[in-house]
């Protein structure tokens, strides 16, 4: 069955970097793109970035642009997130989520399968 | 960017009744829109893709409907685990691909 584990939350200080990680098993890691998407505490959710299967392509909200950084080891099966200059308004549960799409149809899609995510406070 | 509005921010419905909740688009997403259903402190679960077909397990009385601006979300009778928020997505016209600020599905 599909699984996503993210790890590398925890509390940072405002302006540092943190480096989030999502193993994912249970389908073809390569095959298929993926999203960050958060919430920060009692709101709602917010797409955060996507990456192609194969990394060619990656795409930010404009609110992390600039300071976040979406990459993936298809040899690992491993997402990442690198975090850098943190905002308090970054707080938030990091949830990487899966396309529902597989590659070879040229879609990209809704997320099909979230992994139950990681949090990210930052706070001085 | 396109601004997903949903309606109304909280519905109050009793067990076994309809639910009708509503989602509207800043200018048209065709069909490319996605119901999810998120439970306290659980990830959201995809309930409904292409603005009306259901995703895998997903129940029949969960059902959407709509295209362009305006889409709806639809449980027949009410249980009492699909009490929860209720969010939907465009994936039309990204980045970003945006969601709703949620609806709220409370037990009356």
């Known amino acids: 069955q599909v699984q996503l584990v993210e790890s590398g939350g925890g509390v940072v200080q405002p302006g540092r970097s943190l480096r989030l990680s999502c193993a994912a098993s249970g389908f073809t890691f390569s095959s298929y793109a993926m999203h960050w998407v958060r919430q920060a505490p009692g709101k709602g959710l917010e797409w955060v970035a996507v990456i192609s299967y194969d990394g060619s392509k990656k795409y930010y909200a404009d609110s992390v642009k600039g300071r976040f950084a979406i990459s993936r080891d298809n040899s690992k099966n491993t997402l990442y997130l690198q975090m850098d200059s943190l905002r308090a308004e970054d707080t938030a549960v990091y949830y990487c989520a899966r396309d529902q799409y597989h590659h070879t149809t040229g879609y990209w899609g809704p997320c099909d399968y979230w992994g139950q995510g990681t949090l990210v406070t930052v706070s001085s | 960017e396109i601004m997903m509005t949903q309606s109304p921010a909280t519905l109050s419905v009793s067990p076994g009744e309809r639910a009708t909740l509503s989602c509207r688009a800043s200018?048209?997403?065709?069909?490319?829109l996605a119901w999810y259903q998120q439970k306290p402190g659980q990830a959201p679960r995809l309930l409904i893709y292409g603005a009306s077909t259901r995703a895998t397990n997903i129940p029949a009385r969960f059902s959407g409907s709509g295209s362009g601006t305006e889409f709806t979300l639809t449980i027949s009778s009410l249980q009492s685990e699909d009490f929860a928020v209720y969010y939907c997505q465009q994936y039309n016209n990204w980045p970003p691909y945006s969601f709703g600020q949620g609806t709220k599905l409370e037990i009356k």
């Open positions: 200018q048209s997403v065709s069909s490319n």
